[in-house]
């Protein structure tokens, strides 16, 4: 069977040309170095070939599908860089020097999720690199009723102990403002920025509960309160493995509690109580 017809390069339509080079330039600053992932939606040109010039979205394992070639790995790459791998594909027996450019029109694979007392809680995807205060700000800042403080909160990265759970930072928000780099630190994909209401007997219920978010002390209140008043545990809760992180003058402590043994073997000694401020942890199960 012979060689595939290698074809040279035509005219664009100049509509089509116009919308690619729009989404190329559009990016925000830093988008060339962005890196690539999975459900990331990509307008994908090759000069002169209307047949190939598409938008794309990057399959869950990081590949894209892309006509002639077969599946491409764009997944860790930068739009550049999978621009020049997509032309080496393509002269190597299809066309003759042909001309890519690959842009990220939707940026849907990396995100950061805000709770609690901001304006518009929600979900953020990330363009490029960013910190807590850049989130915050599409976020619409602070509510009223929010406090001085936010908390991050970051699963374990790839290739960590999973067993050790979220770790989560305590933030002062007017430090964040005024540009600390100690404070305002860094987001990474699937970090949650909760900012707590104002009042000072408050604590917080975070990880595998049904309603997350901040919630008032009155009275004694014990961690199986706490996470009755945040909707109890979802189907995914590995309740063995709670944590309480609690902040005291000696630095962070960590409380463990397996609500199994409050919950269905009527433990009920063992249902700590909780202080303001207090970060109940309910982590996800492995299985």
């Known amino acids: 069977m012979g060689r595939p017809h290698r074809r040279s390069p035509g005219l664009l339509p100049a509509a089509l040309v116009a919308v690619l080079l729009c989404v190329a330039l559009a990016g925000p600053a830093g988008a060339e170095e962005y890196v ?12 002169g070939q209307t047949d190939l010039s598409h938008e794309y979205v990057v399959e869950p394992d ?15 790459l930068t739009p550049k860089e999978l621009a020049t791998r997509l032309k080496e594909a393509l002269e190597k027996d299809y066309l003759v020097n042909p001309q890519v450019i690959v842009a990220v029109k939707e940026y849907l694979s990396r995100k950061v999720h805000v709770l609690g007392e901001a304006e518009k809680p929600g979900v953020f995807y990330l363009s490029g690199p960013a910190t807590v205060l850049d989130v915050l700000s599409r976020a619409g800042g602070l509510a009223k009723t929010a406090g ?3 908390v ?40 949650t920025i909760f900012v707590p209401k104002g009042k000072g007997n408050t604590f917080f219920v975070l990880g595998e509960v049904r309603k997350p978010g901040s919630y008032q002390l009155e009275g004694e209140t014990s961690v199986l309160e706490g ?38 073997r009527g433990q009920r000694e063992k249902a ?12 996800e199960s492995f299985f």
């Open 36 to 47: 690539i992932g999975p459900r990331d939606v990509l307008a994908i040109m090759v000069w």
């Open 62 to 76: 990081g590949y894209v599908p892309f006509p002639l070639v077969g599946r491409v790995k764009a997944g860790g």
């Open 148 to 150: 001085s403080q936010v």
């Open 152 to 191: 991050l909160v970051r699963k374990p990265g790839p290739g960590a102990d999973v067993s050790a759970g979220n770790t989560l930072t305590t933030l002062n928000f007017e430090r964040i403002k005024a540009g600390d780099p100690a404070a305002n630190l860094p987001v990474e994909d699937d970090d």
């Open 227 to 264: 996470i009755t008043l945040a909707g109890g545990f979802t189907d995914k809760a590995a309740p063995g493995r709670t944590r309480i992180l609690r902040n005291t003058s000696a630095g962070q402590e960590v409380i463990y509690v397996d609500m199994n043994d409050i919950i269905k």
């Open 272 to 283: 700590v109580m909780l202080r303001a401020n207090d970060v109940v942890v309910v982590p």
